[in-house]
C-alpha cells in the first residue's frame, strides 16, 4: 500500500507516493536518483547514510520515508549552489579528507549538521560529532582538519 506525502526536499516542495515499508534512503536513491547518501550497513551503524532531517544528522537507513511528510531534508546534493559547492564539500577537496569517497556524503552532512548547531566546536566536540561515521580509509585525520577549518572560518566571522 502505497502513502502520499508532502515534503521538501533539497529545497523543493514535493508530493510523492511512496510505499509504507520503504526507507527513507530507499526513497532518495531509487526514486529520486539521489546516489549521494549510500549504504553501508542498513543498521544505523555506519553513518553513511547521513541526510539532514529538518537541519539535523540522520541515518537515513532507519527512518522511513513516510516518517518525512511535512518535514525537511537535505541531501550532500542539495548543499552546492549549482558549481557552487559548500564550504565544507571545499574544504574536504582543499585537505585531501577523503579516498575512495564511500564515506565522505555522509561524514559530510553529518559535519554540516553538527556545525550548523555549534558553528565553533572544540576538536574534542568535533571527534564526538563524527564518532558515528565510519571511514575505512583515511584515518579521520585529515577529516577532522577538513572541519576545523571551516569552524576556523565561523570563528573568524564572529
Ligand atoms: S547505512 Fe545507514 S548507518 Fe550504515
Ligand atoms: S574515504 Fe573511503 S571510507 Fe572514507
Redesign the pocket.
Known amino acids: 500500500m502505497k502513502h502520499e506525502i508532502y515534503f521538501t526536499l533539497n529545497h523543493e516542495k514535493i508530493l510523492h507516493e511512496v510505499k509504507a515499508n520503504k526507507t527513507l534512503?530507499q526513497m532518495l536513491r531509487e526514486d529520486f536518483d539521489l546516489t549521494g547518501a549510500?549504504?553501508?550497513?542498513?543498521?544505523?551503524?555506519?553513518?553513511?547514510?547521513?541526510v539532514l532531517l529538518n537541519g539535523k544528522p540522520i541515518?537515513?537507513?532507519?527512518v522511513l520515508a513516510v516518517e518525512v511528510d511535512g518535514k525537511e531534508i537535505t541531501t550532500i546534493e542539495g548543499l552546492s549552489e549549482g558549481i557552487n559547492l559548500d564550504e565544507l564539500q571545499k574544504s574536504f577537496i582543499t585537505n585531501g579528507a577523503l579516498q575512495c569517497g564511500y564515506c565522505t556524503p555522509g561524514m559530510i552532512m553529518t559535519a554540516k549538521g553538527f556545525l550548523n548547531a555549534n558553528p565553533t566546536p572544540t576538536l574534542e566536540e568535533i571527534k564526538v560529532a563524527i564518532s558515528g561515521n565510519l571511514c575505512r580509509c583515511t584515518g579521520y585525520k585529515r577529516i577532522i582538519e577538513a572541519i576545523i577549518e571551516v569552524a576556523e572560518e565561523n570563528q573568524s566571522k564572529d
Open positions: 534512503l549510500k549504504e553501508g550497513c542498513g543498521q544505523g551503524e555506519c553513518g553513511a547514510c547521513t541515518n537515513s537507513c532507519l
